[in-house]
């Protein structure tokens, strides 16, 4: 189930697809809610991506479309 900016909240865990900046799939932590995204912290993701996590200082923006909750 994709969230919503009502169940969105600060310090959820979710998870995000593979997007223009990240190769793989990862999880990350909502830090701040937007009016269609959110600030994720990037706290777990494929080895592969280990530069451009550095490169985006652990920090991503994603749709809120795009997020689930994670388990």
């Given at each position: 189930m994709?969230?919503?900016?009502?169940?969105a909240k600060i310090g959820l865990a979710v998870t995000a697809p593979a997007t223009e900046n990240m190769q793989a799939p990862?999880?990350?932590?909502?830090?701040?809610i937007y009016e269609n995204a959110a600030l994720?912290?990037?706290?777990?993701?494929d080895p592969s991506d280990e530069l451009?996590?550095?490169a985006l200082h652990d920090k991503i923006i994603v749709s809120l479309k795009q997020l689930k909750k994670a388990k």
């Open positions: 994709t969230l919503s900016k009502t169940s990862f999880t990350g932590q909502i830090e701040k994720l912290k990037i706290t777990s993701y451009n996590v550095k």
